[in-house]
Antibody, heavy 117, light 106 residues
Framework: QVQLVQSGAEEKKPGASVKVSCKASGYTFSTYAMHWVRQAPGQRLEWMGWINAGNGKTKYSQNFQGRVTITKDTSASTAYMELSSLRFEDTAVYYC??????????WGQGTLVTVSS | SYELTQSPSVSVSPGQTARITCSGDALPKKYAYWYQQKSGQAPVLVIYEDNKRPSGIPERFSGSSSGTLATLTISGARVEDEADYYCYSTDISGGVFGGGTKLTVL
């Protein structure tokens, strides 16, 4: 069965960076793209970007341009999302989600990132 | 930037039909997807490519799209359908979610 298991909660200071991992299992990692989506407390889902897990090409939301970097380690079946220059408003649950044959179909459990001084 | 607009809330009694709408200028050319999110949980796909239902999703969930408006319909809503529902689509810039609709069934 498809599983996406994310790294644990993080607490960071403003200006720092955070890197969240997402380990995939139950399918061939390089076959499907991986999205990253975040959700601030009580707010909407927000699409951040995605990576083609085959060729490594990425696309980012303009809302995060220059601050977000999505990478992968195919040998470890793991995708990563790094967000830099953290601000208080970056406090959110960050999700990885697989782009399946026709839709974003499987989601990780979410990783809470808290930005606090 | 591209936006998808949803009404903030919909309320129905159990057994009634709930309709949740999503409007966006690109919807005539792009598919709409619908996600259900219950409190404290990750989203779950309930409709993809406007009107297709993934395996395991009850038949009471259906989707349609006409022009700039996509609609998620829950026929005979149940108390367990109470959740936030998000539409999702894409444009040249990437993905975009609607603002979400809180469905209350009581």
């Amino acid at each position: 069965q498809v599983q996406l298991v994310q790294s644990g909660a993080e607490e960071k200071k403003p200006g720092a960076s955070v890197k969240v991992s997402c380990k995939a299992s139950g399918y061939t990692f390089s076959t499907y793209a991986m999205h990253w989506v975040r959700q601030a407390p009580g707010q909407r889902l927000e699409w951040m970007g995605w990576i083609n897990a085959g060729n490594g090409k990425t696309k980012y939301s303009q809302n995060f341009q220059g601050r977000v970097t999505i990478t992968k380690d195919t040998s470890a079946s793991t995708a990563y999302m790094e967000l830099s220059s953290l601000r208080f408003e970056d406090t959110a649950v960050y999700y990885c989600a697989r782009d399946g044959v026709a839709a974003i179909d499987y989601w990780g459990q979410g990783t809470l990132v808290t930005v606090s001084s | 930037s591209y936006e998808l607009t949803q009404s903030p809330s919909v309320s129905v009694s159990p057994g009634q039909t709930a309709r949740i709408t999503c409007s966006g200028d690109a919807l005539p050319k792009k598919y709409a997807y619908w996600y259900q999110q219950k409190s404290g949980q990750a989203p779950v796909l309930v409709i993809y490519e406007d009107n297709k239902r993934p395996s395991g999703i009850p038949e009471r969930f259906s989707g349609s799209s006409s022009g700039t408006l996509a609609t998620l319909t829950i026929s005979g809503a149940r108390v367990e359908d109470e959740a936030d529902y998000y539409c999702y689509s894409t444009d040249i810039s990437g993905g975009v979610f609607g603002g979400g609709t809180k469905l209350t069934v009581l």
